[in-house]
């Protein structure tokens, strides 16, 4: 069918999966470019976002609630590694009195 | 109407996730990070997704960004500085973008070209009754897995975060 046509009878779901895209690939960017180490973390989040509205797409498009608990599961999983991941850059912090992840490169050669 | 609602929060969640990225000021970026989440949370009503909805809210837009802020503020994290890139990065960097979006775009497009519409309403199976009849029935040992990874996360986070005590 054509998408001019189901836009008489809803919005269809292509651009739902379309828009999650979108943002998946503007969270990759900031993941790449950015050099707050803060920053670069909210990025990981805004593309776990754009997975979670895939899953919810997804469990519209085949009547079946499973697609929800993937995403619920996802939002647990984001929110422990929140906790961690904050506590790590704190302790990053700590040691070396630095967000730049350009200066955080003990491990480099 | 269902356009114009999923339009007008589509619209708003890719110019916040734009601004998370072109922000310099971290605290700037949660702000725009919040705008995303909460859009996101409209878009999963109109799919029918009630509970994920208000746990997104919830869970996503409080907690998590509260915790981000706080980190934020903690830290006094100021303005990024940016060191020297390389020419092969100011070079490629947008193309390399336009071509990641292209591709996913082109993919999508491709894979799934008539999957149906949305209409807000059509379908009600995402209240709080049906997600919880299936986490404690179908999903039940995922659900009790997770609790243990909470458990651990709790404890990693308190001790990567204590004073040292010697």
Same mark, same amino acid.
């Given at each position: 069918?054509?998408?001019?046509?189901?836009?008489?009878?809803?919005?269809?779901?292509?651009?739902?999966?379309?828009?999650?895209?979108?943002?998946?690939?503007?969270?990759?960017?900031?993941?790449?470019?950015?050099?707050?180490?803060?920053?670069?973390?909210?990025?990981?989040?805004?593309?776990?976002?754009?997975?979670?509205?895939?899953?919810?797409?997804?469990?519209?498009?085949?009547?079946?609630?499973?697609?929800?608990?993937?995403?619920?599961?996802?939002?647990?999983?984001?929110?422990?590694?929140?906790?961690?991941?904050?506590?790590?850059?704190?302790?990053?912090?700590?040691?070396?009195?630095?967000?730049?992840?350009?200066?955080?490169?003990?491990?480099?050669? | 109407?269902?356009?114009?609602?999923?339009?007008?929060?589509?619209?708003?969640?890719?110019?916040?996730?734009?601004?998370?990225?072109?922000?310099? #000021?971290?605290? $700037?970026?949660?702000?725009? =990070?919040? *705008?995303?989440? &909460?859009? +996101? %949370?409209? /878009?999963? !009503? @109109?799919?029918?997704?009630?509970?994920?909805?208000?746990?997104?809210?919830?869970?996503?837009?409080?907690?998590?960004?509260?915790?981000?802020?706080?980190?934020?503020?903690?830290?006094?994290?100021?303005?990024?500085?940016? #060191?020297?890139? $390389?020419?092969?990065?100011? =070079?490629? *960097?947008?193309? &390399?973008? +336009? %071509?990641? /979006?292209? !591709? @996913?775009?082109?993919?999508?497009?491709?894979?799934?070209?008539?999957?149906?519409?949305?209409?807000?309403?059509?379908?009600?199976?995402?209240?709080?009754?049906?997600?919880?009849?299936?986490?404690?029935?179908?999903?039940?040992?995922?659900?009790?897995?997770?609790?243990? =990874?909470?458990?651990?996360?709790?404890?990693? %986070?308190?001790?990567?975060?204590?004073?040292?005590?010697?």
């Amino acid at each position: 069918m054509d998408p001019l046509e189901m836009m008489k009878n809803g919005v269809p779901e292509t651009f739902y999966l379309t828009l999650s895209a979108m943002l998946f690939a503007i969270g990759v960017a900031g993941f790449m470019i950015r050099r707050n180490i803060i920053t670069v973390f909210m990025c990981i989040e805004l593309m776990l976002n754009a997975v979670n509205l895939s899953f919810i797409t997804f469990a519209h498009q085949h009547k079946q609630v499973s697609g929800h608990l993937f995403a619920f599961f996802v939002m647990v999983v984001a929110a422990a590694e929140a906790a961690v991941g904050l506590a790590i850059i704190l302790t990053v912090f700590k040691n070396r009195s630095t967000l730049n992840i350009d200066e955080i490169n003990t491990l480099k050669n | 109407m269902d356009l114009f609602f999923f339009s007008l929060f589509a619209f708003i969640a890719l110019i916040c996730a734009v601004n998370v990225v072109l922000q310099k #000021h971290p605290i $700037s970026s949660a702000l725009s =990070l919040v *705008g995303v989440m &909460a859009s +996101l %949370a409209v /878009l999963y !009503l @109109l799919l029918g997704a009630e509970f994920v909805a208000m746990s997104q809210v919830i869970v996503y837009a409080g907690a998590v960004m509260v915790l981000f802020v706080f980190v934020i503020m903690l830290l006094n994290a100021g303005i990024e500085v940016h #060191h020297g890139r $390389s020419w092969m990065a100011k =070079l490629l *960097g947008f193309p &390399a973008f +336009l %071509a990641i /979006l292209g !591709l @996913l775009c082109f993919f999508v497009q491709r894979g799934f070209p008539n999957v149906g519409s949305v209409r807000f309403g059509d379908w009600e199976g995402g209240g709080a009754q049906q997600v919880g009849y299936a986490l404690f029935t179908e999903y039940l040992l995922p659900f009790e897995v997770t609790s243990v =990874l909470i458990l651990i996360a709790i404890i990693g %986070a308190i001790v990567l975060a204590r004073k040292e005590l010697d």
